[in-house]
């Protein structure tokens, strides 16, 4: 399903259906698209490789007649999860040499995202397979410019099930478990004493919004953990990033709400101001993002008892903006704007329309580059990396 465009400016997204078959990150390969804001996620992902590759220590290894199985959820459409699946399968190749096997497995990737995410970039930026003359997987994995594993794509809500039982050897999921499955009702009710007056987003917002869009991350997880442990097979691990927060108050996202709820929350007021749109439908939009604490990550993994945590902490992962000349205030406003959009603009089109979202991006961008160097020195991104094995 091709993500929505044109002047589609009825959509107000908060179902978990609605938001499955919209929410996608930008795609293709323009200005604002994912593939081309996503350095500052690869920069946090190489950051982590070695917390990755403890996880990866502790996956047990099968025969390697075994295919051995790896799977990204939310894998959107940049060339980020490429690059972290190669580094899973070069890693295990070097456990099984280290075993002392004379052989390794096949590996297999699947790359799960929603249906409106960009595959075909995806794709397009696969290497070819290794060709078939080449006879063994560690021949394979020395040919240059080739990949080594099978790959197949998954569309699909990674809150319900996406694979067979027992089938999985490695989950990894980064930048995606802080995204709803939807915006909680009560957020967009006007009667709900929870409603988001004035906002789209909870940053700052008053406490019955944040503590919905709590509950709803809590539930989401739930069913994530539950889904991934019949999936998962004996012996095997996951690994999780994302955004995370530092304090305990949830109306307090940290660099999410930053991003979300400063210049953003305030372009969105301008086009209120300037009668392009009205405050109900300003109202109407929420972000359907939710940094958590630890402990409320914690609680949902102790509850579902399906997984051991062997490692759980807060990893500082430093600015989202990717910027070549950090005293060039209209880059850094740029930056800020693109990235805003390439996450997020999907969402807004929907509700606004393609035109209204380049105003309000245009906004973002003004509002941003006034406030250039504040934003270096603040915005700053925090996550929760956990790694889980299953009981």
Not at 244 to 249: A, K, P
Request: glycine content about 8%.
């Amino acid at each position: 399903m091709a993500p929505p465009s044109g002047d589609n400016n009825n959509v107000v997204v908060s179902s978990n259906l609605k938001l499955e078959r919209l929410l996608s990150m930008k795609g293709g390969k323009g200005e604002a698209s994912y593939a081309n804001n996503s350095q500052a996620q690869a920069k946090h992902a190489r950051s982590m490789l070695h917390l990755l590759k403890e996880t990866l220590d502790g996956v047990e290894l099968n025969s390697p007649h075994t295919p051995f199985v790896v799977a990204d959820l939310g894998c959107s459409s940049g060339s980020n999860t490429i690059f972290i699946v190669n580094v899973i399968i070069e890693h295990i190749t070097k456990r099984y040499e280290a075993s002392g096997y004379t052989d390794v497995p096949e590996f297999s990737a699947f790359f799960a995202d929603l249906p409106s995410n960009d595959f075909n970039t995806l794709f397009q930026l696969l290497p070819p397979m290794a060709s078939q003359d080449v006879g063994s997987m560690e021949e394979c994995l020395a040919s240059t410019g080739h990949r080594s594993f099978f790959a197949a794509g998954v569309p699909g809500s990674f809150y319900r099930r996406l694979f067979p039982a027992n089938s999985i050897d490695v989950f990894y999921s980064a930048f995606s478990l802080h995204w709803l499955s939807q915006v909680p009702e009560i957020v967009v009710d006007k009667s709900s004493m929870a409603y988001n007056r004035g906002k789209i987003f909870i940053h700052g917002a008053n406490k019955m919004s944040a503590n919905a869009y709590r509950k709803q991350f809590q539930t989401d997880l739930a069913v994530f953990l539950k889904m991934r442990s019949k999936e998962m097979k004996k012996g095997g691990s996951m690994f999780i990033a994302l955004l995370g927060r530092t304090s305990e108050d949830p109306t307090d996202q940290g660099g999410a709400g930053l991003l979300f709820g400063t210049h953003f929350q305030d372009a969105w007021n301008d086009l209120v101001q300037e009668g392009l749109i009205t405050s109900e439908k300003r109202d109407d939009f929420n972000i359907p993002v939710y940094a958590p604490s630890l402990h409320d990550f914690k609680e949902v993994v102790e509850a579902n008892g399906s997984f051991s945590i062997k490692k759980l902490e807060v990893f500082q992962g430093g600015s989202p903006l990717v910027v070549n000349r950090p005293d060039d205030a209209a880059e850094v406003g740029k930056a800020l704007a693109n990235s805003c959009r390439s996450v997020s603009g999907v969402l807004v089109d929907a509700h606004i329309g393609d035109k209204l979202g380049d105003e309000l991006f245009l906004h973002v961008a003004k509002r941003a580059t006034n406030k250039a160097e504040e934003i270096l020195v603040k915005l700053q991104f925090f996550h929760i990396v956990a790694s889980l094995s299953l009981k």
